[in-house]
């Protein structure tokens, strides 16, 4: 298997342009995440799926983040404005079961940079 | 609430020491399962081992074990004779049964220098 796939692996935005990260999990896994990793607050998650259908969001910073996973091959991270402030690495990962006690797998992030 | 320590920010050792990563896990639930991961230069993070709640017993995969005590809340994880090749980020993770979330400990660096 290929393991989880995003693009891209990297990103330059100016301020206020929208950024749209994208993400195709392991087949067969009915999880997906999406992570935030800074250096001041370390790893956090944003959202997750379970077979497609938003279970948790609260940790989306604000209304300018959305995701979506509009088939279980296939997950969007949607930035719109951006500001610098959102400047970081997102990873996705796929969990194979119970998201709470099955590992994740995770992507190879793509590192954001607004300007 | 759970929460994950790990209290070490950065290890740096020479090749063939043995080192000791810390892991300090809080959560009121007693059905709970610790995870590893490795974050190399590269930026992926890898998985390396889950343990539940109720398996204390201690693993060893290769170099690497891991020896967890559920008396002092702790999932610490041992290198053997480490090398360049360790040299990473490591990641202690805790979810609970009722949760399909994992808390991530703020990682320990660990260089290893030839």
């Known amino acids: 298997d290929a393991g989880v796939i995003q693009s891209p692996r990297h990103e330059v935005t100016e301020m206020g342009q929208e950024v749209t990260l994208r993400c195709k999990p392991i087949?067969?896994?009915?999880?997906l995440f999406w992570y935030r990793q800074t250096m001041m607050r370390g790893l956090e998650l944003l959202i997750y799926?379970?077979?497609?259908?938003?279970?948790?969001d609260s940790g989306m910073p604000e209304d300018r983040f959305s995701a979506k996973m509009p088939n279980a091959s296939f997950s969007t991270l949607k930035i719109q404005p951006s500001e610098p402030r959102d400047s970081a690495v997102y990873f996705c990962?796929?969990?194979?079961?119970?998201?709470?006690?099955?590992?994740?797998?995770f992507g190879p992030g793509t590192r954001l940079t607004v300007t | 609430a759970q929460k994950v320590t790990q209290a070490q920010t950065e290890i740096s050792v020479v090749e063939k020491e043995d080192v000791t990563l810390d892991c300090v896990y809080e959560?009121?639930?007693?059905?709970?399962?610790l995870f590893w991961y490795k974050q190399p230069p590269s930026g992926e993070l890898v998985f390396l081992i889950r343990?539940?709640?109720?398996?204390?017993q201690n693993e060893i995969s290769g170099r690497y074990s891991w020896n967890f005590q559920k008396s002092t809340s702790s999932f610490n994880f041992t290198i053997t004779a480490s090398q360049v090749v360790d040299s990473a980020v490591y990641f202690c993770?805790?979810?609970?049964?009722?949760?399909?979330?994992?808390?991530f400990g703020t990682g320990t660096r660990l260089q290893v220098f030839p």
């Open positions: 990962a796929s969990s194979p079961g119970i998201a709470g006690v099955d590992e994740q797998y």
């Open positions: 087949s067969g896994h009915d999880y």
């Open positions: 799926f379970n077979n497609n259908v938003p279970i948790d």
């Open positions: 959560t009121r639930d007693t059905t709970y399962y």
């Open positions: 343990r539940n709640s109720f398996d204390e």
């Open positions: 993770a805790l979810s609970e049964v009722n949760t399909d979330k994992l808390i």
